[in-house]
């Protein structure tokens, strides 16, 4: 089994690297680390960093060397972030040392999720029914956004030739993420979100198009249920059953109900193009949530284009953990790798035995792999829980 940790490069600068080789191999009982190779912004508590306590990294940026030819046509160029270019290339010391420690190395790389990159190509995100942009996401529709993702994809794998690589957001996103300062007045419901989170941008309704689907009906019935959200006093539920009535809640309008079902394929032909350009030796996986199918990803198609998913099982007690394994088993097929993720975060995990009750289910024979998240954000002691929770 597959046992591993989410970690930041910064992590391993301000730690040092064989503490945090120790940390994750002898005190967690681990033997993989999964780097975050491409991220996004943020503010972390840094509990256990000698150097700092809170860190913003840089929006958009990569943790590796980039391959200069790779990206020379491309319109949208990555950029190297400060700690690497100033700090090293953690990524290479750990692929170096890999042998000798025992410890696999898995990129940990976040696809279309960047908002640096959506501000300065804004014609490349999504876009609402209004044509409003989401800047912190790129369109997985648009050209230059997937030509973006193959490169980082077949960079960091045939340079550094990881055993997997783990891929975030090659996909739509929620209308709600985290942004700095949301706001909400309304009071937005489950399926307003949902809503405001279609996209209707060029590239999305040109492809639909060329498959056949009417986009621009969608977009006109999309964008009056918008505008009728927003005139309520109050928040009232237009459709009461979702999330859990799935795209079925829209049956009785056809011409939505077609563009929904199409917008799994501009993100299972990325992740099939990613499989294809990745190293052959690198596993490929998609990261992914129980109801992932809001952001397009429809694990069955995703399983048939890629080596696996890893479900993320946060906030989940042990009997949903066990439903969502056997969902994703059937969904993936016998054959391809499926992982469980769990976040170490108090109060959602309040303690070991807590940990260890959710844990169990993913301890099953036909699960191949664990992720825990996250080695620099949580305080060193919840690594021994980790520990007792993992396979003897």
């Known amino acids: 089994m597959q046992l591993s940790m989410w970690t930041y490069p910064w992590d391993v600068q301000d730690l040092g690297l064989e503490a945090v080789e120790r940390d994750l191999v002898e005190r967690a009982g681990l033997n993989m680390i999964s780097l975050a190779t491409s991220y996004h912004a943020g503010r972390f508590l840094q509990p256990r960093s000698p150097r700092r306590k809170a860190f913003f990294p840089e929006d958009g940026t990569i943790y590796f060397k980039p391959t200069a030819a790779r990206w020379a046509d491309l319109l949208i160029q990555p950029k190297v972030a400060d700690v690497i270019t100033e700090g090293g290339d953690v990524l290479a010391e750990l692929i170096q040392r890999r042998e000798a420690r025992g410890l696999q190395v898995s990129c940990w790389t976040v696809c279309l999720h960047n908002t640096r990159l959506g501000m300065l190509y804004p014609q490349?995100?999504?876009?609402?029914?209004?044509?409003?942009?989401?800047?912190?996401?790129?369109?997985?529709?648009?050209?230059?956004?997937?030509?973006?993702?193959?490169?980082?994809v077949a960079d960091v794998t045939h340079t550094y030739k990881p055993d997997r690589i783990e891929l975030e957001s090659p996909s739509f996103m929620g209308f709600a993420h985290e942004y700095h300062h949301e706001k909400d007045g309304v009071g937005l419901t489950p399926e307003d979100d949902f809503l405001l989170s279609l996209c209707f941008c060029p590239s999305c309704l040109a492809r639909a198009a060329a498959a056949g689907i009417e986009g621009q009906a969608a977009r006109k019935l999309v964008k009056?249920?918008?505008a009728e959200a927003c005139e309520r006093a109050v928040p009232e539920r237009r459709f009461?059953?979702?999330?859990?009535?799935?795209?079925?809640?829209?049956?009785?309008?056809?011409?939505?109900?077609?563009?929904?079902?199409?917008?799994?394929?501009?993100?299972?032909?990325?992740?099939?193009?990613?499989?294809?350009?990745?190293?052959?030796?690198?596993n490929v996986l998609i990261i992914d949530l129980k109801d992932g199918w809001l952001g397009g990803c429809d694990l069955a198609a995703l399983g048939k284009v890629c080596d696996g998913a890893i479900l993320c099982a946060y906030d989940m007690q042990a009997g949903d953990v066990t439903g969502l394994m056997a969902a994703g088993r059937t969904a993936l097929g016998a054959e391809k790798f499926l992982g469980a993720g769990y976040r170490l975060f108090y109060p959602e995990m309040a303690g070991p035995e807590i940990l260890a009750g959710k844990v169990k289910p993913a301890l099953a024979p036909d699960v191949d792999g664990i992720n825990f998240y996250n080695y620099g954000l949580v305080p060193a002691a919840r690594l021994d829980w980790v520990r007792a929770a993992r396979p003897v």
Do not use: M
């Open 240 to 282: 009461p059953e979702f999330p859990a009535s799935g795209l079925d809640t829209f049956l009785p309008w056809p011409q939505l109900h077609a563009y929904l079902l199409w917008r799994f394929e501009p993100v299972t032909s990325l992740v099939a193009e990613l499989r294809e350009v990745a190293d052959p030796g690198t």
């Open 124 to 152: 490349a995100v999504t876009r609402n029914a209004f044509g409003d942009p989401n800047y912190y996401n790129l369109c997985p529709s648009h050209p230059d956004a997937r030509a973006y993702v193959r490169a980082l």
């Open 224 to 226: 009056q249920w918008i």
